[in-house]
């Protein structure tokens, strides 16, 4: 397919639509340099490129990913699609979230466990407190 080929285009109307985001969205992320639609007039046109790395943004947005970081995996693949350094540095990427998802889960369990001992001790003495009013 050629950047001319219209048969695989979409509109930015049609594209939020698609991936149930707004146009202004899609705009931001334009702006942040992440999508380059081809431009006819004040009409942007998307391809099939621009659908498939909208999708990996919000995939990366999704796992925690930050627009720099997905930016910056965008740019080893346009410099060299079949890049190992692309793929190490998604590989240290998801590392780092796994060790701060982790840790977080950890954080998570530890004011679970908490809250688990303050309201076992409330019902105790809400439990005490009743005992000893209804039996004065």
Not at 95 to 118: C, F, G, P, W
């Amino acid at each position: 397919m050629t950047s001319t080929d219209t048969t695989d285009t979409i509109s930015i109307g049609e594209l939020a639509k698609k991936f149930d985001i707004t146009a202004r969205a899609i705009r931001f992320y334009e702006e942040q340099g992440l999508l380059h639609p081809v431009r006819n007039g004040q009409q942007r046109i998307y391809y099939a490129k621009d659908r498939i790395r909208l999708t990996l943004i919000l995939r990366g947005k999704r796992l925690g990913f930050s627009l720099a970081e997905i930016k910056n995996v965008f740019a080893l693949y346009d410099t060299n699609p079949n890049s190992s350094a692309q793929l190490e540095t998604m590989l240290t990427l998801t590392q780092q979230k796994r060790a701060v998802l982790e840790q977080q889960l950890n954080d998570i369990q530890t004011v679970l466990s908490e809250l688990n001992e303050v309201e076992m001790r409330c019902r105790e003495e809400l439990i005490s407190l009743r005992q000893s009013t209804s039996g004065e």
